[in-house]
């Protein structure tokens, strides 16, 4: 997985570099998750709801063109699910690498498109079942557990305008998974992930010009 990990981050890189390297964007990035999911088996006896959590970390941008450019980003994640009553639910944190096109229309404040993967690394899973939370790893038998990765793809739009010597960014992206994260179990059949960030962004430029 952190082979993986490294190959996304270098492919993008690779893929950005030549075209602008004067335009070179860094900076940080957090905002509000809205996360869900569709969750199947006799352990989810209603409806799952929304947990809200938060994301933070660093993003980078190469500008391809004055209309294209490519975003890397990396996160701390808090997502995760819960039952209509609150009797099972799930605490996820992950570290989430996003690689985006980015689509800028070129209007005054820089509206901007947003799609690509985005690759989750679980890096903590707390489980609520039967009115006891506990890790996932110490789950009692029937408790949904997850297999330590997700995955999907974001669309989303934003608005970027210049502020001080760098870019605002305010952002609305939806995730739609595209793994099944729940470890198939007689009461577990399926987990696929579903998650809204509302995020702003702050970047630097490095180079001669903007380039927004």
């Given at each position: ?36 999911a ?12 929304t ?19 490519i975003?890397?980003?990396v ?9 209509g ?20 229309l070129?209007?005054?404040?820089s509206?901007?498109?947003?799609t ?29 557990r997850?297999?330590g ?20 960014t305010g952002d ?36 001669s010009?903007?380039g927004?």
């Open positions: 997985m952190k082979r993986l990990t490294l190959t996304i981050l270098t492919a993008s890189l690779l893929v950005a570099a030549p075209a602008h390297a004067q335009w070179l964007h860094f900076g940080l990035r957090g905002g509000v998750n809205v996360a869900g569709e969750a199947k088996g006799t352990a989810f006896s209603g409806d799952t709801g947990r809200t959590g938060y994301h933070l970390g660093l993003v980078g941008l190469v500008d391809i063109s004055s209309w294209f450019a975003q890397t980003e996160w701390y994640s808090k997502k995760g699910f819960s039952q009553d609150g009797s099972v639910a799930l605490d996820l944190t992950y570290v989430e690498i996003p690689v985006l096109a980015v689509v800028k070129g209007l005054p404040l509206p901007r498109l947003f690509g993967p985005v690759l989750g690394l679980e890096s903590g899973c707390d489980v609520t079942f039967q009115g006891e939370k506990e890790n996932c790893d110490d789950a009692e038998e029937g408790a949904p997850t297999k990765a997700d995955s999907g793809i974001i669309f989303g739009a934003g608005l970027g305008f210049d502020f001080g010597p760098g870019m605002l609305v992206w939806y995730n739609h998974g595209l793994t099944d994260i729940g470890e198939r179990s007689n009461d577990v059949d399926s987990i696929e992930t579903a998650t809204w960030y509302f995020s702003a962004a702050y970047m630097l430029t490095l180079g010009d903007r927004r």
